[in-house]
């Protein structure tokens, strides 16, 4: 059974970067979009980008060209996501979810969420 | 990517139907059979229930159904049952290897 596990709550402060990991158990972490997703406080998802670790090509929405970066390390099933110039609009809850197998577009196994605040 | 288009609450009785809807282009929900709709309780992660516009993942209750028509997609939940209580999330591929989420839809069981 595929889990994913994420790394621990951040504190930042404004202007600085955050850079959160997702790694996976399971042999088909790397053939499978890995999406990165968060939540503001009170708001609804919002999907920020994906990758296929064995390709290691990621595509982001484009609210957040230029500012998110996300890679994956295919020798430890590992996907991250650094977001930069962060401001309080930042605060949220940051879940990486994988594709589900045999369909498109569809995220069926998350992450427990990473809570990243942005305070000064 | 302007987000999709849900109401912002629902409700129903335990036993009866609700029908969530989610609008919105030709550009990603009209253009693509590509809907998912999520659940998600506060606190835990989403949880998938329905993808490519109408199929269920395995675990899902038939309770869940999915469609779509026009711009315009919907997740119906009969036999409503307390622990439905969730926001529920649409998401639709738009195009570019880009997804866009909906607002969400808070329901409620009376």
């Known amino acids: 059974q595929v889990q994913l596990v994420q790394s621990g709550a951040e504190v930042k402060k404004p202007g600085s970067s955050v850079k959160v990991s997702c790694k996976g158990s399971?042999?088909?972490?790397?053939?499978?979009?890995i999406n990165w997703v968060r939540q503001a406080p009170g708001q609804g998802l919002e999907w920020m980008g994906g990758i296929i670790p064995i390709f290691g090509t990621p595509i982001s929405a484009q609210k957040f060209k230029g500012r998110l970066t996300i890679t994956a390390d295919k020798s430890t099933s590992t996907a991250y996501m650094e977001l930069s110039s962060l401001t309080s609009e930042d605060t949220a809850v940051y879940y990486c979810a994988r594709d589900l197998i045999g369909a498109f577009y569809a995220m069926d196994v998350w992450g427990q969420g990473t809570t990243v605040t942005v305070s000064s | 990517q302007s987000a999709l288009t849900q109401p912002p609450s629902a409700s129903g009785s335990p036993g009866q139907s609700v029908t969530i809807s989610c609008t919105g282009t030709?550009?990603?929900?009209?253009?693509?059979?590509?809907v998912s709709w999520y659940q998600h309780h506060p606190g835990k992660a989403p949880r998938l229930m329905i993808y490519e516009v109408n199929k269920r993942p395995s675990g899902v209750p038939d309770r869940f159904s999915g469609s779509k028509s026009g711009n315009t997609a919907s997740l119906t939940v009969s036999g409503l049952q307390t622990e439905d209580e969730a926001d529920y999330y649409c998401?639709?591929?738009?195009?570019?290897?880009?997804?866009?989420f909906g607002g969400g839809t808070k329901l409620t069981v009376l």
């Open positions: 998401n639709s591929y738009a195009g570019s290897n880009t997804l866009v």
């Open positions: 399971g042999n088909t972490f790397n053939t499978y979009t």
């Open positions: 030709s550009s990603d929900v009209g253009g693509y059979n590509y």
